[in-house]
Nanobody
Framework: QVQLGESGGGLVQPGGSLRLSCAAS????????MGWYRQASGKQRELVAV???????NYADSVKGRFTISRNSALNTAYLQMTNLKPEDTATYYC??????????????WGQGTQVTVSS
């Protein structure tokens, strides 16, 4: 089984920065795409950013220019650097990874979530 452990959430003032980390562990042949999603209270979960194994990235329009996703393949870890945070960024942030766990099996795994609150 694959586990994703997130860290780095917290309370920050508007305009501030946070860096989220997501470390994958367990039985893995390879990690394909890794991404960050978020879910605000009363809203659906939405994609924030995704990075492929080749390093290609994609972002939600609402975070372009403010958030940067990156990964360290040697550490099986993805990061989300968030700058110029706004109150509307407040949400629970979830890490997601598409992992090949055997020759014939690829699965999608989720972290437990980390809370980000942007408030003065």
């Amino acid at each position: 089984q694959v586990q994703l452990g997130e860290s780095g959430g917290g309370l920050v003032q508007p305009g501030g920065s946070l860096r989220l980390s997501c470390a994958a562990s367990g039985r893995m042949f390879s990690i394909n795409a890794m991404g960050w999603y978020r879910q605000a209270s009363g809203k659906q979960r939405e994609l924030v950013a995704v990075i492929t194994s080749g390093g290609s990235t994609n972002y939600a329009d609402s975070v372009k220019g403010r958030f940067t996703i990156s990964r360290n393949s040697a550490l099986n870890t993805a990061y989300l650097q968030m700058t110029n945070l706004k109150p509307e960024d407040t949400a629970t942030y979830y890490c997601n990874a598409d992992v090949t766990t055997s020759i014939t099996t690829t699965g999608r795994f989720w972290g437990q979530g980390t809370q980000v609150t942007v408030s003065s």
